[in-house]
């Protein structure tokens, strides 16, 4: 194979980890209902089965990263995928609800290896920032295509076979990946392997599972009880401790310093609040089309297939903007466009139009579409090479915290309206168009000169550090 060909083989392999990331996010969405009644979940039980998932992606995405880093990027990658694929076969012949929650995080330990590698591998593949924008472009249009196939294919899966087979899919692919990427994928490494950093991994995994618990179980215990209190109080306080622990470590699980790059923390927030959006809105689509409207898994599938379809045609279309007059222009009208998307679906209700349902979720699905190039292309973008795995991870755990969140504060808006789902609905809704809104606002100041002078100085001290002078650009 030639040297040109083998970086697109390269990116094709990594984005096949990324497909079947992707397509577990919208199969198990449209397989909610289906698990709801065969093995009698809860609302939060259902909120569980999907933020088990990404709670221990975002807890694990940046020790993965660091991991990668040190021991070798094609090692954990493979090391990933086969986790996952495993994870996704005991999914499959989960028994209850409890067991299936278990094996989602064991699917999500896998993942971890996954998709910060991956971008860390091509960031370390494609060094011309042009080519490397258009990759990303790529990459976020793998996103659309998981995204599109996922509905519809979860839809066929789950009327035609039953809930377990949605995790079937990612059986065949994962091990493809495996031994694909034994043949095409060159090891890599970081020049300099820095230390794990137990003290900081405890601390996230305590203040992220404190604050999701916090918010799922709210609307059980209240609000203002003990309970909830304690747990908001213990997730703020091993916050805080974290950055106390970053500060006084030389070699940090996240180095605060990554923060001082404006457009580095822009990407990271505007991250959380793209995902969080998103994970919102297929938790709220799901139980509105199945349970409010009673369409069945198919029917559901093939309606919101649209907003994945224009993910799919805009993420390459962003990463050429990206790649040609940078980040903001897509950034801004993502955000935007996002929020039209959710204050559309918040004024919708039970007797909605199919036309208006699928005018809605295109116009979302184009927002979420020009988001995904310009957080990854930025969150590696001025960072010495050395930290591209660190730095990827960063930005996918904002993503996952985002997932997560989004997940747990429209569950728990809605939790206990079954009986008046569309107005508890409005409010949820409204929620994720104030998240579109947060990422245009985030776009403009995270994309100025200020900013990037921000970007110059932080990127210099790190290599100051590190003494690494090679960055990516």
Aim: net charge positive.
């Amino acid at each position: 194979m030639s040297t040109q060909s083998r970086p697109n083989v390269t990116l094709a392999i990594c984005c096949m980890s990324l497909f079947i990331v992707g397509i577990d996010v919208t199969i198990v969405n449209v397989a909610l209902p289906s698990i709801q009644h065969d093995l009698h979940a809860t609302i939060s039980s259902l909120q569980w089965t999907v933020d088990a998932y990404t709670l221990v992606l975002a807890c694990l995405l940046m020790l993965s990263g660091s991991v990668a880093d040190r021991f070798g990027r094609r090692r954990i990658f493979q090391i990933g995928l086969a986790i996952f694929s495993l994870g996704s076969l005991l999914c499959s012949v989960a028994p209850s609800v409890g067991w299936l929650i278990a094996f989602r995080a064991l699917q999500a330990i896998g993942g971890s290896m996954l998709n910060p590698v991956a971008l860390s591998i091509i960031a370390n593949t494609f060094t011309d920032p042009k080519e490397r924008a258009k990759a990303m472009g790529i990459w976020g249009g793998v996103v659309g295509l998981s995204l599109a196939l996922g509905p519809v294919l979860g839809g066929v899966l789950v009327t035609g076979v039953g809930w377990q087979s949605v995790f079937w899919i990612n059986i065949p692919i994962g091990i493809a990946a495996i031994a694909l990427t034994q043949r095409f994928v060159p090891e890599s490494k970081a020049p300099h392997a820095r230390r794990l950093d137990p003290p900081a991994q405890v601390l996230i995994v305590l203040s992220l599972a404190t604050l999701v618990y916090a918010i799922i179980d709210g609307p059980h215990r209240g609000w203002t009880s003990a309970t909830t209190l304690t747990l908001f109080a213990i997730a703020a306080l091993a916050a805080v401790a974290f950055v106390l622990v970053e500060r006084r470590r030389i070699e940090p699980l996240l180095d605060i310093h990554f923060f001082h790059s404006a457009p580095f923390s822009g990407a990271t927030a505007i991250a959380l609040f793209a995902f969080a959006a998103l994970g919102g809105f297929l938790f709220l689509n799901t139980l509105y089309l199945q349970d409010v409207r009673g369409y069945s898994p198919l029917h559901a599938g093939l309606i919101t297939a649209p907003m994945a379809l224009m993910t799919l045609v805009f993420a390459p279309l962003s990463g050429r903007m990206v790649a040609s007059r940078g980040p903001r222009l897509p950034l801004t009208l993502a955000g935007l466009i996002m929020a039209a998307g959710a204050l559309l679906l918040a004024r919708l209700g039970l007797r909605a139009s199919d036309t208006a349902l699928l005018l809605s979720y295109s116009v979302f699905g184009i927002g979420f579409g020009l988001v995904n190039a310009p957080i990854s292309n930025t969150a590696v973008s001025g960072m010495p090479r050395e930290r591209a795995g660190v730095a990827g991870a960063v930005a996918s755990t904002g993503r996952q915290i985002g997932a997560s969140l989004g997940v747990a504060v429209t569950g728990s808006l809605v939790a206990g309206a079954t009986t008046n789902f569309i107005a508890a609905s409005h409010t949820a809704w409204d929620v994720i168009a104030g998240c579109g809104v947060a990422v245009f606002l985030l776009g403009v100041v995270s994309t100025g000169k200020w900013a990037l002078r921000t970007a110059e100085r932080t990127a210099t001290q790190l290599e100051i550090e590190s003494g690494e002078v090679t960055r990516v650009q």
